[in-house]
């Protein structure tokens, strides 16, 4: 009775399953007039991450410029014979943190990108396979 039970319960998760995947061919189908609609969205999504990862890219450059500015002053401060402000130390480990996250984000919208990527290539394939007209058709 259980081994009946558990082989009722597979054929069911794979009906669910069968079932899934159908109607997501079935909003693949109906999302996109064509293959270039789905180019067009699929590269579109890539604007959109470029543009956040070029935004975060031109942060990370003006965050190392004040660290420089830091660093300098921290090292005038050392060869004057004076500590280091305790504004400039907290400054410095600040603004590494902030580059350390920045380039963080930006590791991780890379490798979101290269999901994308994945994804539109399967998606594409299955369109293309979806749309296919059967010979003499």
Known sequence: IAAEKAEKERLAEQ??????????????????????DLERAHAQELQ??????????????????????????AAEAERAGRAVPDAVATGIARVRKQIEDQNAFIARKEAEKEGVNRDFEAKLARYKELTAKAPGE
């Not at 997501?24 to 996109?32: G, N, P, T």
Request: hydrophobic share 45%.
């Open 15 to 36: 009906q669910r399953e069968a079932d899934a995947a159908k109607q997501a061919d079935q909003v693949l189908v109906m999302s996109y007039a064509s293959a270039e």
């Open 48 to 73: 959109v991450i470029d543009t956040s990862i070029a935004t975060t890219e031109l942060q990370v450059h003006s965050q190392e410029r004040s660290l420089a500015e830091l660093l300098a002053s």
